[in-house]
């Protein structure tokens, strides 16, 4: 890597979008940001009839925002628009101040427990992972197959989701099921958008002025996927998603927690087969199979006209989020604050009242007046004299994963 090397490209893939950030590093600043959106248009449900779109702010070269619509098949098209993006504005990937680009890589299984220079046996085992993140590694693999075309010579890292995970006891990470067929196949608790709780875990024990090691902090990771995590002291004790991301909360497509059996039952009763379960239960299902929307905003909406199917799946969907407070709240034994964040934890003050509505006797209480306060900015939103700290802490797994990428690359 050459002495002016300083810039990280982070690509987070997900299922159906590209989030990406360019950023110097010793600079400390942003050159650019961007979204990609509704990738694969006519692929139910991520794009609702409606075509892809690529927002590009280029923070670097005076910050007007880029918004343009018009279909874009798949990651590789995705991933070759923002090159060209970033190139209108000299930003491109060929400059030779990119010191390393960075890859969100949902599933890392066991093997990976930190940030890890991609080569041809790292992609390999990403590859073996896909049945466990169907969702997800497919697309990080086009980005990482696609960004390595681009650039073959720039060293490639892969910042897992799993593995912030890795420190959780054996007694949360097992299911209890069977140990010989549960190790034979790798079946344990992972957990996901650990890049997310670790950087959240972290921010609120410096919004609470301490340090990481002195806090017990639940973390509510509230976007389109979503998951809470149990983190005593900076180290994760405990969390909601498990073999896949498809565990835990109520999400914006997926069920979150069911009863295992009613995967037999769909099957031998209902017919279905795996696919079809598989799609229900990760596709139709959580919000959007609820009520028909997954986008938190467009639910308040309709509840706010009185819709009572959009209420019900609200009540599910916070009655949920409740259990795991009160779950978190036990395994920690002692709470010192309760983090929201991504995309409903940051922006849906209705769901973080309604989540802590009635936990007064636990501690958590939360100002209607600061819960309120829309702000990019980690806050406080629980008066001084609740026991509990209720935080709204934007997370940025972007620059997490450019920081793990940089200190990588430069160690
Ligand atoms: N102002 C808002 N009010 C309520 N919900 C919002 C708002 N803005 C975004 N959201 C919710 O955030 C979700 C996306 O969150 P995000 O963290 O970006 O998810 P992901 O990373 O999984 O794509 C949207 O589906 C929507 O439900
Ligand atoms: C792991 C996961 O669910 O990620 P996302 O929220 O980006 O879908
Ligand atoms: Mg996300």
């Known amino acids: 890597m050459s002495a002016t090397a300083t810039r990280v490209l982070v690509l987070n893939s997900g299922s159906s979008s590209v989030k990406y950030q360019l950023l110097d590093m010793a600079a400390g600043t942003r050159l650019a940001v961007g979204l990609v959106e509704r990738i694969g248009v006519g692929a139910p449900p991520a794009c609702g009839g409606e075509t892809s ?3 590009h702010t280029p923070l670097a070269a005076g910050g007007e925002k880029r918004e343009t619509e018009g279909a874009i098949a798949d990651h590789e098209a995705a991933l070759k628009a923002v ?8 930003l491109g990937l060929e400059s030779p101040e990119l010191a390393a680009i960075g890859h969100r890589v949902v599933h890392g299984g066991l093997k990976f427990t930190a940030p890890t220079v991609i080569d041809d046996a790292v992609l390999t085992e990403i590859e073996r992972l896909v049945p466990v993140a169907p969702l997800h590694n497919p697309a990080n693999i086009t980005g990482i197959r696609t960004a390595r075309a681009l650039r073959p010579d720039l060293p490639q890292v892969a910042v897992f989701d799993t593995a912030f995970h890795t420190t959780m006891p054996e007694h949360a990470a097992r299911y209890a099921i069977d140990v010989e067929t549960a190790d034979a196949h790798r079946i344990r608790r992972y957990g996901f958008h650990g890049t997310s709780h670790a950087y959240v875990s972290r921010k609120t024990a410096e ?5 990481p090691s002195e806090v017990n902090v639940i973390v509510l990771h509230l976007g389109n996927g979503a998951s809470a995590s149990a983190v005593a ?3 994760c004790v405990d969390t909601s998603m498990g073999l896949t991301p498809l565990e835990g909360l109520v999400m914006g497509t997926r069920s979150g927690d069911i009863d295992p059996a009613v995967t037999f039952h769909l099957k031998r009763v209902a017919g279905m087969s795996t696919d079809e379960i598989d799609a229900l239960l990760n596709k139709k299902s959580g919000l959007v199979g609820l009520c028909g ?8 909406r309709r509840i706010d006209e009185g819709d009572e199917r959009a ?20 395994v920690l034994g002692k709470v010192d604050a309760v983090a929201f964040t991504a995309g409903v934890g940051e922006n849906a003050a209705p769901v973080r009242e309604a989540a802590v509505a009635g936990l007064a006797e636990m501690g958590l209480v939360v100002d209607a007046s600061l819960n309120a306060v829309r702000s990019g900015e980690p806050r406080l939103i629980s008066p001084d004299h ?24 430069n160690a």
């Open 53 to 55: 779109r690529h927002i």
């Open 83 to 90: 090159a060209a993006e970033l190139a209108a504005d000299g």
């Open 207 to 211: 919004l609470l002025g301490k340090d």
């Open 233 to 235: 002291g900076g180290r």
């Open 293 to 300: 929307d997954n986008d938190m905003r467009e639910i308040r």
């Open 311 to 330: 209420r019900l799946a609200f009540d599910i969907y916070i009655h949920r989020l409740k259990k795991y407070i009160g779950a978190y709240s036990a």
């Open 386 to 409: 609740s026991r509990v700290a209720v935080a709204v802490v934007p997370t940025d797994e972007e620059l997490e994963i450019a920081q793990q990428t940089y200190a990588l690359v």
